[in-house]
């Protein structure tokens, strides 16, 4: 049964991805992959890869945060190498298109961030057909359907057609567009019904905290939310009273003591579970906050079936937990391991497996930093800033931001801004700032009934500030984008960005 898709705004970007399909897709010429180092971004390159490589074309490829003056320079060095005749962007240049346009003919942007063109003929983005960009289509669905007019039906059923709808669902979930309603919606819905029908993901409702396959229950109901209540909010003391509440933590295996995870329990035992935790609730949650806590104990979570005889079974068939595995390789660098890892080789698992380590350490650590007052938040009237310098890598700042966010270690429903140096000696003297809100600024609007959009601020920004450095960046989406800057002009961002949003929240 072929993809078929009956919201008119959903059929009217697919028929545009099926037109830059054939006009510029179909051709078997050598192709350079720019795809962005995240979640999202490694999985709309990876699978783009697959189907051009599968489609006999010559395909090499590029990850990267950014596209700055030096990178776009990297970029075009290795366009020229490889002897590339197409550059196809992933979940990135949406921003940059008119720097793209300038220096190639021949190029796609498969992106859903917010474009500098109000319209192109060579870019298919979300938000040219009114589709929300951070719930209803992430990156990889995005490149997911240009694609997807490459091949018949009968590809989609075969073990590569059911791996390239895996790795679209895996972007969308990577970039957390499941968040704000608990599960997919909008076009990231659309092609995980196909996937599930083709056989490649599986979905359902269920316990949903992080770590379903890699946390030991008592670690992934402590780290569900700092806001439980104790004993519940600390590994420990959240272990024992499981243990007096009948629930079987530990058993005999592989010659040793092994905690059980969410998979590994049964369904009596995980509606036991649920129920046990409900009722401790209610006893002592504020009725305020209650049934935030109970809805947040159960939602839609997703299986990675395609994944299930590769080497990443040994890991986790779960997107969210894939994703922390992608980013801690891309955080630290290793942009090549990430993007073998969605291929499930062997080496790749076992490298990422020890970033990953690396990864949580460093995420702990700057937390840690910040409880501690070795970092002392900055309130500003609209945002809490904090300046890590060169404590962090400045790759880090957008999740330590969404980690500061989520943990609301200042207990306000502020945005969260954090910055830090970049490490690269090129990008020497500049500053990577990151921002990111709660789900309900997503909302916000002005007195003339503008929707908050911080990405294109950042980019109007970026376009005031190049004059003063050329490696000026920026842009995103409305409610999580980043922008770099030399050192010299923060204090004046920060105060314009208070200002900006001054007029959504007063």
């Known amino acids: 049964m072929p993809l078929t898709?009956?919201?008119p705004k959903y059929r009217e970007m697919f028929k545009k991805a099926k037109n830059i399909a054939e006009k510029y897709l179909e051709q078997k010429q050598k192709t350079l992959i720019v795809c962005h180092g995240d979640g999202d971004g490694v999985s709309s390159g990876v699978l783009t890869y697959i189907a051009l490589w599968k489609h006999e074309t010559p395909v090499e490829y590029i990850v990267t945060r950014e596209?700055?003056?030096?990178?776009?320079a990297q970029i075009k060095q290795k366009y020229k190498e490889e002897d590339c005749e197409r550059i196809i962007f992933c979940d990135i240049g949406a921003g940059k298109e008119k720097e793209i346009e300038k220096q190639y003919m021949n190029y796609i942007i498969l992106d859903h961030h917010e474009p500098q063109f109000k319209q192109s003929e060579r870019h298919l983005n979300p938000i040219y057909h009114n589709i929300n960009d951070l719930t209803e289509c992430s990156g990889s669905v995005t490149a997911y359907l240009a694609i997807y007019h490459l091949y018949d039906e009968e590809f989609w059923k075969t073990?590569?057609?059911?791996?390239?709808?895996?790795?679209a669902v895996l972007g969308a979930v990577a970039d957390l567009q499941n968040i704000k309603y608990g599960r997919l919606i909008g076009l990231n819905r659309e092609i995980l019904k196909f996937a599930k029908q083709i056989g490649a993901v599986e979905y359902k409702f269920d316990i949903g905290f992080y770590g379903r396959y890699t946390r030991p229950l008592p670690v992934a109901i402590a780290y569900h939310s700092p806001k439980l209540p104790e004993p519940l909010n600390d590994v420990s003391k959240c272990a024992s009273w499981l243990k007096k509440q009948g629930l079987q933590l530990t058993e005999e295996k592989y010659n040793g003591t092994y905690w059980r995870r969410i998979i590994d329990l049964s369904e009596?035992?995980?509606q036991q579970l649920l129920e046990t935790l409900e009722k401790y609730l209610k006893e002592t949650v504020d009725s305020s906050d209650l049934q935030e806590y109970l809805e947040s104990l159960k939602n839609e979570?997703?299986?990675i079936v395609v994944f299930e005889e590769t080497e990443l079974k040994e890991f986790s068939l779960d997107p969210r937990e894939i994703a922390t595995f992608l980013n801690s390789c891309t955080r630290q660098g290793d942009n090549e391991t990430a993007f073998n890892l969605l291929f499930a080789a062997y080496d790749a698992v076992e490298k990422a497996a020890k970033h990953y380590k690396i990864y949580k350490g460093i995420i702990k650590e700057a937390l840690e930093a910040v409880r501690e007052g070795l970092i002392e938040p900055i309130q500003y009237r609209n945002f809490i800033f904090y300046n890590y310098g060169n404590l962090i890598n400045e790759k880090t700042t957008g999740i330590i931001a969404t980690n500061l966010?989520?943990?609301?270690i200042s207990k306000q429903q502020k945005p969260h801004v954090v910055a830090a140096l970049h490490t690269d000696p090129k990008m020497r003297g500049m500053l990577k700032i990151s921002f990111r809100a709660p789900l309900n600024y997503q909302e916000l609007k002005n007195k003339q009934g503008k929707q908050l959009n911080i990405g294109e601020f950042f980019q109007q920004l970026r376009e005031k500030l190049k004059h003063e450095d050329p490696r000026t960046d920026g842009g995103g989406h409305k409610t999580a984008a980043a922008i770099t800057i030399p050192t010299k002009q923060l204090k004046q961002v920060l105060e314009q960005l208070d200002k900006h949003l001054d007029q959504y929240t007063t």
């Open 405 to 408: 966010l989520k943990q609301k």
């Open 268 to 270: 009596e035992e995980k």
């Open 67 to 72: 596209l700055t003056p030096p990178i776009l």
């Open 159 to 167: 073990r590569w057609g059911k791996w390239i709808t895996a790795l």
């Open 5 to 7: 898709l009956e919201n």
């Open 301 to 303: 979570v997703y299986d």
